[in-house]
């Protein structure tokens, strides 16, 4: 048991710019979720996939968030066109079902400037 | 749809309890009880299930009203250790393909003083 890992950790990139962060789950686990960290809140539900379907997605996303997850495996998050609203921490867990512990990344930090 | 936490945040001194509470508008399968520290990721306390189990690692307990739709956390001869972010998880709703969605509260603050 690895972990969740994410990459890149610290992204700094200019408004405009096109980001995409990646995170590999715990093998096992069918489950994945994308939150939005930002300074003093909790995590904010991006969106989720159980395997490779994507189950559902906040409405609080604009058309410029985009997550894959191909083969049920690893899954990017994809921002275009960035504003610096989007700086934030971007956490993603895993679990094998929702009754059980929800197993964080380290985080990926994008600062947009 | 998002749980809300009380209290925003609390000061203790080594050895004293507090509580922190959560609550849904919505009927609840689960409640998750997280801690954060600064710079980390969320670390799994415990889990409340519907119908009474409990899974949990730490030396924290909480209860789950499952009428109420809330949870409360106990922090009992507090530690420094405990020192964090509290946040709670909540997952709604009837077991389903598309079930399973973790919403998180805005978290409280705990501050353990020597």
């Known amino acids: 048991d690895t972990g969740v890992s994410q990459d890149p950790r610290h992204k700094i990139t200019k408004r405009g710019q096109n980001v995409t962060f990646r995170c590999d789950p715990i093998s096992e686990h069918n489950r994945l979720y994308w939150y939005r960290q930002t300074l003093g809140q909790g995590p904010e539900f991006l969106t989720y996939?159980?395997?490779?379907?994507?189950?559902?997605k906040s409405r609080l996303l604009s058309d410029r968030f985009s997550a894959e997850r191909p083969k049920g495996s690893f899954s990017t998050l994809e921002i275009q066109r960035t504003e610096q609203g989007d700086s934030a921490m971007y956490l993603c867990a895993s679990t094998r079902d929702p009754t059980g512990e929800l197993f964080f990344g380290e985080g990926s930090r994008l600062t947009v400037l | 749809q998002q749980p809300v936490q009380s209290p925003q945040a609390v000061i203790l001194r080594e050895g004293e309890d507090a509580v922190i509470n959560c609550s849904s508008s919505k009927a609840l399968y689960s409640v998750h009880w997280y801690r954060q520290k600064h710079g980390e990721a969320p670390v799994f306390l415990m889990i409340l299930l519907k119908g009474g189990e409990q899974k949990g690692h730490e030396k924290i307990s909480a209860s789950f009203n499952e009428k109420k739709q809330q949870s409360s956390l106990y922090l009992t001869a507090s530690q420094l250790s405990y020192s964090g972010t509290y946040f709670c998880g909540t997952v709604v709703g009837i077991v389903t393909d598309s079930w399973g969605k973790f919403q998180f509260g805005a978290g409280t603050q705990v501050v353990v003083t020597p």
């Open positions: 996939f159980q395997n490779e379907a994507q189950l559902e």
